[in-house]
């Protein structure tokens, strides 16, 4: 069963800069897409970036420019950095990862892991 492990979050003033780790098991990593994802309290998980298993990327709107997601096969290991922070973007940051491309973008997956706080304050 694949299981994914988010860290890296923490608190950061606005501006700053936070580099989020999430490390897969329970599969062959290289054929799965992954993607990493947000929920502020009250507000619906929305996408924030996805990986393909070919290192094709893609990010939401609000993010561009300022965000990267990578991926490091040879770890299992996916990253986002995300740079000049805004406290809006104070939310849990979950990754989860899928073979299909259209679980990726509907976000449906089965299950999630526990995630990693970002809050962003001065």
């Known amino acids: 069963q694949v299981q994914l492990v988010e860290s890296g979050g923490g608190l950061v003033q606005p501006g700053g800069s936070l580099r989020l780790s999430c490390v897969f098991s329970?599969?062959?990593?290289?054929?799965?897409?992954v993607g990493w994802f947000r929920q502020a309290p009250g507000k619906k998980r929305e996408t924030v970036a996805a990986?393909?298993?070919?290192?094709?990327?893609n990010y939401a709107d609000s993010v561009k420019g300022r965000f990267t997601i990578s991926r490091d096969n040879a770890k299992s290991t996916a990253y986002l950095q995300m740079n000049s922070l805004k406290p809006e973007e104070t939310a849990g940051y979950y990754c989860?990862?899928?073979?299909?491309?259209?679980?990726?973008?509907?976000?449906?997956?089965?299950?999630w892991g526990q995630g990693t706080q970002v809050t962003v304050s001065a």
């Open positions: 989860n990862a899928d073979r299909s491309l259209l679980t990726l973008v509907s976000g449906d997956f089965e299950s």
């Open positions: 329970g599969g062959i990593y290289s054929l799965f897409h």
């Open positions: 990986i393909t298993t070919d290192g094709t990327t």
